[in-house]
């Protein structure tokens, strides 16, 4: 399980010329690929949440009905499949100013924060899937933000 990562670029550049940020909306897309022949069919999904905690298996997410985004990914080599997924920080955390309750300083993290759990889990329920075929993910992150409390330029 990894948690966290880098800032997006143009981060600094930004802070530069305002003073706050606020993430309005973000946009997850992840390739799947099977890079070999595998002995079971492998899930694959996204999932958004406001904990960093994700039950680990396949029987597990699905009792929890909370996620919408899963591929089934057969046993050939070479296949792959896209799942995206868009999330309006308004509608997620239930706030109509959201502005004012995510506003963050360039430097440190908004107030709120979901977390994207990027996962793959045998069909089967196997909880040992190494003979199972590799699956790699590319993942891209797009933030929508809104950037607050410009900050005053010297002239040259």
């Known amino acids: ?61 699905m009792e929890q009905q909370a996620f919408k985004n899963i591929k089934t990914l057969t046993v050939n080599s070479r296949e792959h499949c896209s799942i995206s997924e868009y999330v309006d920080m308004r509608k997620f955390f239930n706030e109509k100013d959201i502005v004012q309750h995510t506003k963050a300083a360039f430097g440190a993290n908004p107030g709120y924060e979901c977390y994207a759990h990027v996962f793959t889990q045998v069909a089967d329920g196997a909880e040992t899937p190494s003979t199972y075929g590799k699956i790699t993910g590319q993942v891209k992150i797009t933030y929508y933000v809104q950037l607050l409390e410009p900050i005053e330029v010297a002239t040259s």
Do not use: N
Request: hydrophobic share 30%; glycine share 12%; charged share 20%.
């Open 1 to 61: 399980q990894a948690v966290g990562g880098s800032q997006p670029y143009g981060h600094d550049q930004w802070a530069l010329f305002y003073s706050y940020y606020c993430v309005t909306g973000a946009k997850i897309e992840v390739q799947f690929s099977r890079t070999e022949t595998g002995q079971a069919p492998m899930i694959c999904g996204v999932h958004v949440d406001r904990d960093t905690d994700l039950v680990s298996t396949v029987k597990g997410k």
